[in-house]
């Protein structure tokens, strides 16, 4: 019971009445991993998360939050925080000795480790969505749907017993359901309010090309680097005037360090068809105005460096003559 308690509590933050619409979906999720080496050894890692942005630490050694955002700490007070913090150490050295106790009984071997995550997402003009989850060793072992805990399909006879005890909690249930339809629904509306100046803020990528590294004879790897830009969604796309290219691979979308991201497009293609070619860039922060790099050919600078040198050399050497003349 400790255990499932902790569900409702790493996430018992207050909530907001906010009536902004979210036009997208976004989610606020709760990820805690414990790690159980022995019988009298254990390690934990929980944070909070709205979307993309971390949002909240936990120090497991003091059981208190890291507030990583001024607006993280919604509207409670100092004296209501200090008090969750308590409980939810509390219940995490309960947590510990409830799966300790059932090492053998779930089939559990060191080392192993439990995984949770648990949140709710909005939708736009729809009914919220919550979720918990539980894994073990990284595979899914048990979820939370209509105040029922049901198991993975791979989570096989272990996933079986977990969900048999944890749903004879009929009490602990509802309250698990009312909270993840209710209260982290309005956290969730609380945060996007307290920390719109943030998450509103737009911010321009800057764009460049280059060639990486050359996949074979003769032809060439065009890369597309988007980088600064803010927020995350963003659409970049190879195209031959407004025909986007096949074979585009897209990179991973990678954090900066100060919460921007940067990301690379790239293209192989023959070398004698890379003319003509653009990179597009869409994001928010371009409104309507698309960023459009053309790709120029190497040996053009080239020509057009010689065709202006050797002019200037011939005249340089003319003048000179003439003078010694």
Same mark, same amino acid.
């Given at each position: 019971m400790?255990?499932?308690?902790?569900?409702?509590?790493?996430?018992?933050? !207050?909530?907001?009445?906010?009536? =902004?619409?979210?036009q997208e979906p976004i989610s606020f999720q709760i990820t805690l991993t414990v790690s159980f080496y022995n019988r009298s050894w254990t390690q934990s890692l929980?944070?909070?998360?709205? =979307?993309?942005? $971390? *949002?909240? #630490?936990?120090?497991n050694k003091t059981g208190a939050f890291i507030f990583l955002w001024p607006w993280s700490k919604g509207n409670w007070s100092n004296v209501e925080l200090i008090k969750?913090?308590? %409980? %939810?150490?509390?219940?995490?050295?309960? %947590?510990?000795?409830?799966? $300790?106790d059932h090492v053998k009984h779930w089939q559990l071997e060191y080392p192993f480790?439990?995984?949770?995550?648990?949140?709710?997402?909005?939708?736009?003009?729809?009914?919220?969505?919550g979720f918990v989850k539980f894994a073990y060793q990284g595979a899914d072992l048990t979820s939370f749907q209509n105040m029922t805990w049901w198991p993975s399909p791979k989570g096989g006879s272990r996933a079986q017993e977990v969900c048999k005890r944890f749903n004879q909690y009929h009490v602990l249930n509802e309250e698990i359901y009312t909270f993840f339809s209710d209260t982290c629904p309005k956290f969730l509306l609380g945060l996007l =309010?307290? #920390?719109?100046?943030?998450?509103?803020? $737009?911010?321009?990528?800057?764009?460049?090309?280059?060639?990486? !590294?050359?996949p074979g004879p003769g032809r060439l790897l065009l890369v597309c680097h988007v980088s600064g830009f803010y927020p995350k969604p963003v659409l970049v796309m190879w195209m031959r005037g407004e025909q986007e290219q096949?074979? *585009?691979?897209?990179?991973?979308?990678? !954090?900066?360090?100060? #919460? *921007?991201?940067?990301?690379q497009v790239s293209l192989d293609v023959k070398t004698r068809e890379a003319a003509g070619l653009l990179c597009r860039v869409r994001h928010?922060?371009?409104?309507?105005? =698309?960023?459009?790099?053309?790709?120029?050919?190497p040996h053009s600078k080239g020509l057009v460096f010689l065709a202006v040198m050797v002019p200037l050399v011939l005249l340089a050497g003319? *003048?000179?003559?003439l003078w010694k003349c």
């Open positions: 400790l255990f499932l308690q902790l569900v409702l509590l790493v996430v018992f933050l !207050p909530g907001s009445d906010s009536e =902004d619409a979210v929980g944070s909070a998360w709205l =979307d993309e942005i $971390q *949002t909240h #630490g936990w120090d969750l913090e308590k %409980l %939810l150490y509390a219940y995490f050295v309960g %947590l510990r000795q409830v799966f $300790q480790q439990i995984q949770l995550a648990e949140g709710c997402e909005l939708h736009f003009g729809e009914a919220s969505v =309010d307290a #920390g719109k100046a943030d998450l509103q803020r $737009q911010v321009r990528p800057e764009a460049w090309l280059s060639t990486g !590294p050359s096949q074979g *585009t691979q897209q990179g991973e979308v990678l !954090p900066h360090a100060d #919460g *921007t991201w940067y990301l928010s922060s371009l409104r309507d105005q =698309d960023m459009v790099l053309y790709w120029e050919q003319l *003048t000179l003559w």
